[in-house]
């Protein structure tokens, strides 16, 4: 569909907005109107608009629901139609779904429920477990606009293939999601459905782009929903709303069958994740997928299954050594994310098996530079034809990270290889980097180092650090239209890491002061200082990240598990 006049992308929105309005008001029981006049916080709003066996059920986690629906304790009709009912209602609150699926729903949960009362047996490992998916994740037939006003009406030619492995394992698909126009915000707003609200404090942003995903589990309208990441898109919504999200190492799930500009660059390699209400959810997501072999179906994929052994070897034989990177030495994180760090610090420094390391970083701002000139290959100019072919306006982030970045222009071949070699060049010096902190060994700047790194001493493992503790991003949820810093999600996409988010418990408070004697350092701290004020922060989850080696994702949640328990937080 291309549109050529201004007014007319109204008329396409209104309609999706009335498609949508249509398929909540065919919930059965019916999703309940909220309040007119809602409050900032709308997070306790479903526990007295539900009923309790709603309430119940949608505020199980993962690995509470599955052995119910496994033994038969629980059908997949009354758990799909629970979800769907609160899925409705946070619609309502936060602006979080582009569409609810009752009908496909319920006839599914209905084949699973036939199938268990005629063989005894769940379907697979996720039989009758209801999963949300961000809309630009393709279903076959359904709407695929990718956030775009002009692309609506684009559907997707078949299911993608992370849908046709959960939907073997047993899964219920029941929501769509919002994203932002581009998929390239940390926020979640478009022309066609509008701003999707952070249900903490709906002055503040639910993250992107996968904050409508986050937004739904932070309400409970989901427990396990699948987003996407490039930049942060998948950490920075679960870090907003306070709940799980893995941006899993790339090449380990598959992305075949989503919409979205670019899909041909690999200088920035996109993944595809779990967002959850538990940790446990994030690996029974991971678990159930790579069990089927998805790189014999797609051959883009490493043949790695999930490893469910211990991958620390800390029991009684050595440390777990955990750096703490507080500070990306560009921009000064917030004083609830500095507050978020040292509670978890103070209280790991006198576990037994647990040694914590400064640990320092290492030209975060030539990572930004990289990246972000990698982002926009061909200078935007995918991004701006599918904006301006109907005629829709530029939201400011948009208009931020395309048309204000420095950093994009549209690239020779010879230029797209020089960068390249340098994300390649950073990305080495970083290992090299990781590897000498509280070691000993040669980091990257050494005088005399090889060009070349050496190979590890055979004690080395036992020195090197094992997983970071750091931000997600330079403060909690911001305000609307300000989320212009991502290097503490982005630093992890140049280098391919896998990272964790995880909600510490904690939230912003009147106790997390103003530093009045700071003085920032660059015009992105400054900006970021400025934004800062416990008042505009008030109920924001502080939430922080975990990040490992490449192809270290289970070793990175069994981390966080040990941290957990030192620290007192939560796994769900």
């Not at 919002?178 to 903490?200: A, C, D, K, R």
């Not at 004690?459 to 750091?470: F, N, Q, S, T």
């Not at 212009?484 to 418990?505: C, E, H, K, M």
Request: include cysteine.
């Amino acid at each position: 569909m291309v549109l050529r006049k201004a007014e007319e992308w109204r008329e396409v929105a209104q309609k999706m907005q009335t498609h949508r309005a249509e398929t909540i008001a065919a919930v059965e029981p019916a999703v309940p109107e909220p309040p007119k006049d809602l409050p900032l916080n709308v997070t306790h709003i479903p526990a007295k608009l539900l009923p309790k066996e709603t309430i119940s059920i949608t505020e199980s986690t993962t690995e509470q629901l599955l052995p119910r629906l496994a033994g038969g304790e629980l059908t997949a009709l009354e758990v799909t139609k629970a979800f769907l009912q609160r899925a409705g209602l946070a619609s309502r609150l936060a602006n979080c779904c582009t569409e609810l699926l009752p009908a496909e729903a319920l006839e599914r949960a209905k084949f699973l429920d036939d199938h268990f009362s005629e063989n005894g047996k769940p379907v697979g490992p996720l039989h009758g477990l209801p999963i949300s998916v961000k809309e630009h994740v393709g279903m076959k037939g359904l709407d695929l606009n990718a956030g775009f006003v002009s692309w609506v009406g684009r559907t997707g030619p078949d299911d993608a293939i992370i849908l046709k492995l959960l939907w073997k394992a047993g899964c219920v698909f029941y929501a769509r999601t919002t994203e932002p126009q581009t998929l390239m915000h940390l926020e979640t707003s478009n022309n066609i459905y509008g701003v999707t609200t952070n249900p903490y404090n709906a002055n503040l942003t639910s993250g992107g782009s996968s904050g409508g995903e986050a937004a739904l589990l932070g309400l409970r309208g989901s427990c396990l929903g699948i987003g996407s990441d490039i930049g942060g898109s998948i950490r920075s919504p679960a870090a907003n709303n306070g709940v799980f999200g893995l941006r899993p190492t790339a090449w380990r799930l598959p992305v075949a069958g989503w919409a979205g500009t670019q899909l041909g660059e690999e200088q920035v390699v996109p993944v595809i994740g779990p967002l959850s209400t538990s940790i446990e959810g994030i690996k029974i997501f991971m678990k159930a997928i790579l069990d089927q072999a998805p790189h014999k179906i797609d051959s883009s994929l490493i043949p790695l299954p999930w490893k469910t052994d211990p991958q620390l070897n800390t029991r009684g034989k050595r440390k777990l050594r955990v750096g703490v990177l507080s500070d990306d030495g560009v921009v000064m994180p917030h004083p609830p994310i500095v507050r978020g760090i040292n509670t978890i610090v103070e209280k790991l420094k006198s576990h037994p098996q647990i040694e914590v390391i400064d640990f320092p970083p290492y030209k975060h701002e030539d990572a930004w530079r990289i990246i972000a000139s990698l982002y926009f290959g061909d200078g935007g100019a995918e991004e701006k034809a599918a904006i301006d072919a109907s005629g829709e306006p530029w939201r400011p982030m948009s208009h931020w990270i395309i048309k204000e970045n420095p950093y994009v222009k549209a690239l020779s071949v010879a230029e797209v290889w020089d960068l390249t070699i340098e994300r390649e060049a950073y990305k080495a010096a970083y290992a090299r980097h990781w590897n000498s902190v509280g070691t000993g060994l040669p980091g990257p700047d050494d005088n005399g180092a090889s060009f070349f790194a050496d190979p590890l001493p055979q004690d080395a493992e036992e020195k090197i650090v094992d997983v970071l503790l750091c931000p997600v991003g330079p403060g909690c949820a911001p305000p609307h239209n300000c989320a212009r810093y991502w290097s503490y999600t982005s630093q992890w996409n140049i280098l391919d890491y896998p990272a964790l988010v995880f909600p510490t418990g904690l939230q912003c408070s009147e106790e997390d002061k103003v530093d009045k004697d700071y003085q920032p350092r660059n015009k992105d701290d400054k900006y970021n200082y400025e934004l800062y004020d416990p008042k505009t922060y008030v109920d924001a989850p502080i939430s922080l990240q975990l990040v490992g080696r490449r192809y270290e994702d289970e070793k990175v949640i069994e981390a966080y598990e040990m941290i957990a328990a030192a620290a007192d937080l939560p796994l769900q």
